[in-house]
């Protein structure tokens, strides 16, 4: 059974930092890209990083909003997902999902498009305010 959790979210000022967590299992890991989304309230979900299989030595992107400020990251020994996020904004607000896209094996690159995505964590609120 496929499962993922997220854990590190939490409130903090504006220019304050966060690294989520995300624990997967269920299957073998490295074979498949990973992505974390937002949604904001009343907005839709929005892509915010995707992270590609290891066999694609792992090649990320990142929403244009992140501007330098979120870094993704995989540890494919222990099943996590990670996403350090730096200099918060109050748009920054809202609740975080990690996915894994199992479509593709060893992709070349990774998808951003929540469709793309098989699994879903729960998500980890993310709060930002002063």
């Known amino acids: 059974q496929v499962q993922l959790a997220e854990s590190g979210g939490g409130s903090v000022q504006p220019g304050g930092s966060l690294r989520l967590s995300c624990s997967i299992s269920?299957?073998?890991?490295?074979?498949?890209?990973l992505g974390w989304f937002r949604q904001a309230p009343g907005q839709g979900r929005e892509w915010v990083s995707c992270?590609?299989?290891?066999?694609?030595?792992?090649?990320?992107k990142y929403g244009k909003f992140v501007r330098g400020r979120f870094t993704i990251s995989r540890d494919d020994v222990k099943s996590m997902v990670y996403l350090q996020m730096n200099n918060l904004g109050v748009d920054d607000t809202g609740v975080y999902y990690c996915?894994?896209?199992?479509?593709?094996?060893?992709?070349?690159?990774?998808?951003?498009?929540?469709?793309?995505?098989?699994?879903w964590g729960q998500g980890v609120q993310v709060t930002v305010s002063s």
């Open positions: 269920g299957f073998t890991l490295a074979k498949y890209g």
């Open positions: 996915a894994v896209d199992a479509k593709r094996e060893y992709p070349t690159d990774c998808d951003t498009a929540p469709a793309d995505y098989t699994y």
């Open positions: 992270i590609a299989g290891h066999g694609s030595r792992g090649e990320t």
